[in-house]
């Protein structure tokens, strides 16, 4: 069965400093996506970045990039430059025929 | 373009009761997608629609249901509601061409309570 951990319930960051979380996947499938999604307090989840298991290049959007290490099934997403508005709930998720959730990431940013 | 919308956003319902959510795409997506999240169990998928087919479902007991109509708005039926049921229910909606590796965007959410 596909599964995916965050080992870090919580993570914490001073603003302007660059931050990293961990996620780990368990997949036999060779094609397929994963995702970070931000979870603030309004509840709404928001795509931070998409990356597809085929590309070796690691995504990146703006502030946001990941570290995707296909062959060790880890995805991990790094935060440049933090901003007070970068608090919230992280989850990284997998997917094939449907989305699989980590358990998330509660990340705090101290002025 | 408007984003995932859910009604209502807040429900309160007795143990025995049965409810009802909505969750209209983004236009032009073809496919949504249920989600139950619970500080328990995290986030959980439910099932998949599209085109008003069931295309995936996830391991929930029957009293929970779902319906797609032609203009891809969805509904999600929970019957005889228990208090474990209680949770925020979320809604994604995707253009469906790829299946589930297309990006999904997600509404608002439904917080049900169930007392």
């Known amino acids: 069965a596909q599964t995916v951990t965050q080992s870090q319930p919580e993570m914490s960051v001073q603003e302007a400093e660059t931050v990293t979380l961990s996620c780990t996947y368990d997949?036999?499938?060779?094609?397929?996506?994963l995702f970070w999604y931000k979870q603030p307090p309004s509840r709404q989840m928001i795509l931070v970045i998409r990356?597809?298991?085929?590309?070796?290049q690691n995504a990146t959007e703006n502030r946001f990039s990941v570290n995707f290490q296909k062959a060790a099934k880890s995805f991990s997403l790094k935060i440049s430059d933090s901003q007070l508005g970068d608090a919230a709930m992280y989850f990284c998720?997998?997917?094939?025929?449907?989305?699989?959730f980590g358990t998330g990431t509660r990340l705090q940013v101290f002025p | 373009k408007a984003g995932v919308t859910q009604t209502p956003r807040y429900l309160i319902k007795t143990r025995g009761q049965q409810v009802t959510l909505s969750c209209s795409p983004i236009?032009?997506?073809?496919?949504v997608s249920w989600y139950q999240q619970t500080p328990g169990q995290g986030l959980q998928f439910l099932f998949e629609?599209?085109?008003?087919?069931?295309?995936n479902k996830g391991n929930f007991p029957g009293r929970f249901s779902g319906r797609q109509f032609s203009n891809s708005r969805s509904e999600m039926n929970v019957s005889t509601l228990e208090l474990g049921d209680s949770a925020l229910y979320l809604c994604?909606?995707?253009?469906?061409?790829?299946?589930?590796?297309?990006?999904?965007?997600f509404g608002p959410g439904t917080r049900l309570t169930v007392l």
């Open positions: 994604a909606s995707s253009s469906g061409v790829a299946g589930a590796t297309d990006t999904q965007y």
């Open positions: 997949t036999s499938e060779s094609d397929y996506y």
């Open positions: 990356q597809e298991a085929y590309k070796q």
């Open positions: 998720a997998y997917s094939t025929d449907k989305l699989i």
């Open positions: 236009s032009g997506h073809r496919s």
């Open positions: 629609y599209f085109s008003e087919t069931q295309r």
